[in-house]
């Protein structure tokens, strides 16, 4: 499983001189918490999704992203808006992003 990115930034006009963390969760740690508290396994939410397991489970480990028709089909399923999942994955790849250009 994913763990969050997590690292310390130093964000002087925002935190007023101290080291403050930023960090974005990635989409299938929250999808695995989802499915914890549902008491769903991941073949389930496949089977009610209408996606490959595989898929799901790559969602999950972070190697493949939450796509619109994933995130209409978590809707569907786990009663979570769409502009979440969206929000979620963009948050998470653009964190990736720009900490991979420090």
Do not use: C
């Not at 763990?3 to 930023?22: F, H, Q, R, T, Y």
């Not at 740690?29 to 999704?49: F, H, Y």
């Amino acid at each position: 499983m994913i763990v969050p990115v997590k690292e310390k930034i130093n964000l002087l006009s925002i935190a007023g001189g101290k080291d403050i963390e930023d960090f974005a969760t990635a989409p299938g740690v929250t999808i695995q918490d989802s499915l914890e508290a549902l008491g769903m396994s991941q073949t389930e939410l496949a089977e009610r999704a209408g996606i490959s397991n595989k898929t799901i489970n790559r969602i999950i480990e972070g190697i493949d992203p939450v796509t619109h028709a994933t995130a209409l089909a978590f809707e569907k399923v786990l009663q979570v808006p769409v502009r979440f999942w969206l929000k979620l994955e963009a948050n998470y790849r653009q964190h990736l992003a720009i900490r991979e250009s420090l």
